[in-house]
Structures are given as structure tokens and as C-alpha cells.
């Protein structure tokens, strides 16, 4: 096997492709996608419907989101299987990012009136859009996780995790920016919202091709497929047989895993329906969610590094409870409190802080809790919840939307993510579970 542990340009590589898929999850999940759709759900004057259902506005794009991570559910597991016991890592990262990169593209035909489908039609076909991408977004991620163990020595991942997650709000705060400005200068709104979306495919492909394509290396597995099986049979027995084995051989690791598919769901929530939410609810207009989201970007920028500088201090685990605290208390407020643009700012500034160390010290410490050789194996249940990706908190949300007419209630269920995410985590032993898994917490902050 081909080892090139903390190779600078690799890693730069490596790291460049969150500077490259974060404008999705920035300008796409973040920032417009989501009041795009209500708005043209209202400008139709009729209801949305799918079939004979009628859908409340301000649940489609959450439903959306439900669904292309419940396909997640199913086949991101089998995706790093067949990633570990083939040589295709690399070519499956490229190959679900460019597809994905199309199709967020294709968004900016999504449009009142479009024509033969009209604007039911271009929802409905907008929305299917999204789904492709954000499934196409987790399985790209599932191999791009999959190469931290192979570029990085232990007692570096928290700092290359926190560095990449940090180049990825650079990035996309870059765009963000450049959009911000064309929606702005452009008289016609949908037109500068349209071709922000398909930015963000642009530069999604771009940078994939620039970067971890070309500096990526592909190593060979270590492990060959059992006699008589193949790719799709033996993923579907691994999938089986890895939560049998975290069962019984790694209990720490799954109690971990657990606990972050359960926070992480509140944090993916909030990123997927706050600015829906802050345009229905407070009245913010386009430009000014977009300077929010903007500033929630480069703060999180210096959130990451701060947050991966505080990993080194009092260790991973310790620093992730710290942020599920802040979490807890951002959820509370918005609930209760939060009623004006100005107060909207103030708590994006805190929301931006433990946004990014929240997630990059989730992703290295889970990579110092499995096993060697199974990376992206156990990276597939992994980014089953990771990012923009969850499933429960967005159906959760929706459904209480749909239920109570309310964001403002869907809301505040979330903060039960928070709080039993941090009681689990809190029963996970970091040491027991790297040593139950061969790996050596030597130099590791526990």
C-alpha cells in the first residue's frame, strides 16, 4: 500500500475539496434554495401539490432533505464498502461530485411559469434536483472522509480535520459573497437567485477538478473480496456484520456514533431551515440573509481553528461538549427570544463560532475510533448524518410545520438533539475505544 502520511501537498489537495463542495451547502442548503422555493410556492397563488397531497410551503424543502438522506441511509454504507475493498475511492469521489455539480447546475432552470411544467412542475422538478445533489454531495463525502487516515497521522487529524472544515467556510463565504453582490447590482431578483444556485455547481466542479483530482492518491486496498461474493452482496453482509462487530468489539465507537447521528441532526436542522425561517418568521429580506449567512461563513472560518486549537488544549471530546452547550442555548433563544434582524445577527455570530469545531472534531475523533483498513466503511454510517445530510431532524421539523403551521415551535423541539446527543456523548471513552480498535492514543489529547 502506497503511504504518504502528512504529505503537505496531498493534504492541501485533500482539503481543497471542501473549498470546493462547500458552496453547495453554503449558497444551495444555507442560503437560497430554501426561501427560493417558499417564495415561489406563494408567487403561484395555488396550492403545491404532489398528487393528490397539498404541501405546506415551508415544508418542502425540508422534506427534500428528508428524503435524498434516507436514500443515504441505504446506500452510503454499501458506497464506502465497495470503497474499501476496491481500488475506486478516488474515482467515486469525482465521479458523485461532478454528478452532483450537474445537477445543482440544472437548478437555475427551476423558475415561476417554467415552461410545460409551469410552477408546480418546477418545484416538484427543482426539488428532485436538490435531492440528487445532496445525495451525490454525502457519497462524494463518504470517500473524501475515507482518505483522512490515510493523510494524516493520529495526532494530526484534529488540526488537518479543523483546517480543511475551515477552508471549506473560506470558500464558500467566497462565493457567497460574489453572489451576495450579483443579487444586489441585478434588477430582476429570481434571475441573480437562479444563477447564484448554479454557481455553485460551477464552482463544485471547478475546484474538484483543479485540486482533488489532481493531487489525490489512490491506494490499494488492503483486503480482497471473500470467494464467491461480489461488490453489491458483500457490501450489503458488511453493512450487517460492521454493526455486529461495532456491537460487540467496539462499544464506544457505536455509543459515539449514535450520539453524533443524534446532535449532528439537530445542527444539520438548524442549517437547513434557518433562513427559511428567518424570512418567514422575522421578515428578512433576500440581501439580508445573505449578509448573515456571509458573516456566519468567515466567523465559522476562525470557529474551526479556534475550536481545533481548543482540541489540543482539553482533547476533542471535551471541546464537542463545549460546543453541544452553546447549541443547546442558540436553539433555547430562537425559540424564545428571537424577534428581530439585530438579535437574527448577534445569534448567527454565536451560531458561527461552534458551527464549523463542532463538526471537524466530530469527523477526527470518530477517524481515531475505527478500525484500520475500514475507513470508509465505517465513514459511510458516518455521513449518513454528516453536514447538510440528516434525515430525523429535517422530518421531525417538516412534520411539526406541517402539523402546527409553526416554525417558530418546530424549532424548539430541537434542543432534545442537543441535549441527548451531549448526555451520549458524554458516556463514550475515547482511549478504550481507539485501543479496542488497534489504533494508539500515544500523543492523542484525551
Not at 68 to 76: A, G, K, R, T, Y
Not at 135 to 159: E, H, M, T, W
Not at 282 to 296: A, K, R
Not at 306 to 334: D, H
Request: a neutral charge; aromatic letters at 10%; glycine letters at 8%.
Amino acid at each position: 500500500m502506497t503511504t504518504l502520511i502528512n504529505n503537505k501537498r496531498e493534504i492541501r489537495g485533500w482539503m481543497m475539496y471542501d473549498w470546493a463542495n462547500s458552496a453547495f451547502s453554503t449558497t444551495v442548503v444555507t442560503a437560497l434554495l430554501g426561501p427560493y422555493v417558499l417564495s415561489l410556492a406563494h408567487s403561484s397563488g395555488a396550492p403545491i401539490m404532489l398528487g393528490s397531497i397539498e404541501i405546506e410551503p415551508a415544508s418542502i424543502f425540508p422534506f427534500s432533505a428528508s428524503l435524498s438522506v434516507l436514500l443515504q441511509v441505504i446506500l452510503l454504507p454499501i458506497l464506502g464498502t465497495i470503497a474499501d475493498y476496491t481500488n475506486l475511492k478516488k474515482k467515486m469521489l469525482l465521479a458523485f461530485a461532478y454528478t452532483g455539480a450537474i445537477a445543482t447546475i440544472l437548478l437555475f432552470f427551476m423558475q415561476v411559469d417554467m415552461p410545460v411544467l409551469g410552477t408546480n412542475g418546477a418545484i416538484l422538478t427543482g426539488s428532485l434536483l436538490f435531492i440528487t445533489a445532496n445525495l451525490c454531495f454525502g457519497a462524494a463525502i463518504v470517500s473524501y472522509n475515507g482518505f483522512l487516515p490515510d493523510i494524516a497521522s493520529p495526532d494530526q487529524r484534529d488540526k488537518v480535520s479543523s483546517q480543511g472544515w475551515a477552508m471549506g467556510y473560506l470558500g464558500g463565504g467566497l462565493l457567497l459573497l460574489i453572489n451576495l453582490g450579483l443579487i444586489t447590482l441585478m434588477d430582476d431578483t429570481g434571475l441573480a437567485v437562479r444563477i447564484s444556485l448554479a454557481s455553485a455547481g460551477v464552482w463544485w466542479l471547478v475546484f474538484t477538478y483543479l485540486f482533488p483530482q489532481k493531487r489525490l492518491v489512490q491506494r490499494d486496498p488492503a483486503r480482497t473480496l471473500p470467494e464467491g461474493t461480489n461488490l453489491l452482496s458483500h457490501g450489503i453482509q458488511q453493512i450487517l456484520k460492521t454493526l455486529k462487530e461495532m456491537w460487540h468489539k467496539y462499544p464506544n465507537t457505536l455509543r459515539y456514533l449514535v450520539a453524533y447521528l443524534i446532535y449532528n441532526d439537530g445542527i444539520q436542522t438548524v442549517i437547513v431551515v434557518s433562513t427559511a425561517f428567518a424570512a418567514e418568521e422575522l421578515g428578512v429580506e433576500t440581501q439580508s440573509l445573505l449578509l448573515l449567512v456571509l458573516m456566519i461563513q468567515f466567523v465559522a472560518f476562525g470557529g474551526a481553528l479556534l475550536f481545533g486549537w481548543l482540541a489540543g488544549r482539553m482533547g476533542a471530546k471535551r471541546a464537542i461538549i463545549v460546543s453541544l452547550v452553546i447549541w443547546s442555548g442558540v436553539v433555547i433563544f430562537a425559540f424564545a427570544f428571537l424577534y428581530t434582524e439585530v438579535q437574527l445577527f448577534i445569534l448567527g455570530f454565536v451560531l458561527a463560532i461552534v458551527l464549523g469545531g463542532s463538526q471537524a472534531l466530530s469527523r477526527s475523533l470518530f477517524s481515531q475510533m475505527i478500525p484500520a483498513e475500514q475507513e470508509s466503511e465505517y465513514f459511510g454510517f458516518y455521513e449518513i448524518s454528516e453536514r447538510g445530510t440528516s434525515w430525523i431532524g429535517p422530518m421531525a421539523f417538516a412534520l411539526a410545520v406541517q402539523l402546527t403551521g409553526s416554525q417558530r415551535i418546530a424549532i424548539g423541539l430541537l434542543i432534545v438533539f442537543f441535549v441527548v446527543g451531549l448526555i451520549l456523548l458524554s458516556r463514550v471513552n475515547v482511549k478504550q475505544a481507539m485501543l479496542d480498535s488497534g489504533n494508539d492514543p500515544t500523543g492523542v489529547i484525551l
